[in-house]
């Protein structure tokens, strides 16, 4: 029995990461980023695949349209970082400094 729980304690993380779970780790400081940085970012991390979003010109139909939905930075923050709801995390894709950028991007994008 408890090898059953220590084989479930190591394999279920891995299956929620790889099904677009949260990640963990430590907090990105959520300090906010250079916006025009983050729109290169975006572009650069594909995030146009998967998500509608105007202002970078993208058509993505996997994830929400960025254009129909509203989120603080911090929110943004966070998605970007952990992911979650089907999003891969990119914290272990991007550095900090570029989380920050895009996260910054998309909230004043979304904020308009």
């Given at each position: 029995?408890?090898h059953a729980?220590?084989?479930?304690?190591?394999?279920?993380?891995?299956?929620?990461?790889?099904?677009?779970?949260?990640?963990t780790g430590?907090?990105?400081?959520?300090?906010?980023?250079?916006?025009?940085?983050?729109?290169?970012?975006?572009?650069?991390?594909?995030?146009?695949?998967?998500?509608?979003?105007?202002d970078a010109?993208?058509?993505?139909?996997?994830?929400?349209?960025?254009?129909?939905?509203?989120?603080?930075?911090?929110?943004?923050?966070?998605?970007?970082?952990?992911?979650?709801?089907?999003?891969?995390?990119?914290?272990?894709?991007?550095?900090?400094?570029?989380?920050?950028?895009?996260?910054?991007?998309?909230?004043?994008?979304?904020?308009?």
């Amino acid at each position: 029995m408890r090898h059953a729980l220590a084989l479930a304690s190591l394999v279920l993380p891995l299956a929620a990461a790889a099904c677009g779970g949260a990640a963990t780790g430590p907090p990105i400081p959520a300090e906010r980023g250079d916006a025009t940085r983050g729109k290169v970012v975006f572009a650069d991390a594909d995030c146009g695949n998967c998500h509608v979003l105007a202002d970078a010109g993208t058509s993505g139909r996997t994830g929400p349209s960025l254009d129909e939905r509203s989120a603080t930075f911090e929110e943004a923050l966070d998605q970007v970082a952990g992911g979650g709801g089907g999003m891969p995390a990119y914290r272990d894709r991007l550095t900090v400094r570029e989380i920050q950028d895009v996260a910054t991007y998309v909230a004043d994008v979304m904020e308009r």
